[in-house]
């Protein structure tokens, strides 16, 4: 099992950058493909992005690829979600999450989740 945390979200104009980080507890972390997604009120869960257990595959929702960057350090337990030109529709709760099974864009593939962390992002 493994518990999550995210940090690092809050207000920021058009055009800024944020760094989401995930504090994972547990020694099994680094064996994990780990996942960020994101939910805007009134919508679904979205995938944005996920990254191998050795960080040597990354994938990614095309609406955010080369604005998002997703890494992690196994050593520190930690996952990151580096977010550029930010934009008012990237507005949204931002949850990390381990992955179990399946495909790495579908939500129900994750089963473990963090509590989520908002970002605002103003116009």
């Known amino acids: 099992q493994v518990q999550l945390v995210e940090s690092g979200g809050g207000l920021v104009h058009t055009g800024g950058s944020l760094r989401l980080s995930c504090a994972a507890s547990?020694?099994?972390?680094?064996?994990?493909?780990m996942g960020w997604f994101r939910q805007a009120p009134g919508n679904e869960r979205e995938f944005l992005a996920a990254?191998?257990?050795?960080?040597?595959?990354?994938y990614y929702k095309s609406s955010v690829k080369g604005r998002f960057t997703i890494s992690r350090d196994n050593a520190k337990n930690t996952l990151f979600l580096q977010m550029n030109s930010l934009k008012p529709e990237d507005t949204a709760v931002y949850y990390c999450a381990a992955h179990s099974g399946g495909s790495y864009y579908d939500s129900l593939s994750y089963n473990f989740w963090g509590q989520g962390t908002q970002v605002t992002v103003s116009s």
């Open positions: 547990g020694r099994t972390f680094s064996s994990y493909t």
């Open positions: 990254i191998t257990w050795s960080g040597g595959n990354t």
